[in-house]
């Protein structure tokens, strides 16, 4: 298993855990704060009533970054609807959070082909390249605009990911006095560990490009491949 199968394998484990675990209590807690308040609504004091909705709101506000926590750690709609519709959640959702204006152009498929699945490596892969490229623009580039494309080109899938932000100077990252970030580094050695190419380019006031290239594996191909132990 590679580092990067077993951190997501830990993911999983980790999502399935909170999903399982602390979603319930949540709910429960939430189900009895509701009858205590129809209880007091009957002539109670608003004193405690206030406490109540101030606790409601509370445990909203925690089942709302518990939701947000799943979908990053597993977005459960990669895994059962494919990444089409998880990245089309996905850019609502970033839309939404961050105001930075996106533009997501998705074309695995020609004209000619019916519509599938890549292997769920290949979905993975491109799913956690595309937040964490995302994630940097609304954390460092203060970008108006990323756009994002996905095309399969000859057996080669394509995806270019550019921000109109501050841009960086890539080759003061490994040189600076603060220790670098993993993001970068991961998405390289992914898309490398899967016999690909990624390239970084940017700088001050220009924004930032990625471009990485994977061989494109459909799901049906993956399942006739010969197994690796
Ligand atoms: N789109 C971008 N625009 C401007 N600067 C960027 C962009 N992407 C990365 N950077 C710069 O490159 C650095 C390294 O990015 P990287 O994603 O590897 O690490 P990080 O985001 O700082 O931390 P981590 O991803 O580990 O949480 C960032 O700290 C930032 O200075
Ligand atoms: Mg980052």
Known sequence: MTAFEIADKERRRISGELHDRVGPTLAAAGLNLHVIQERLLAGGDPELLQLIAESQALLSQAVTGIREMLDELRPARL??????AALADFERQYRRRTGIATRFEIALWTSGEIPGRLDSASEVLLFRVIQEALANCARHAKARHVDVELRCNLGIIELRIK????????????AGENPPGLGLLEMRERTEAVGGSFSLSSSPGRGTQIFITIPCVRAHEALSAPQTP
Not at 79 to 84: D, R, S, V
Not at 164 to 173: L, Q, S
């Open 79 to 84: 895994e059962y609807a494919g990444l089409e």
């Open 163 to 174: 921000d109109d932000g501050v841009g960086f100077i890539p080759e003061a990252i490994a």
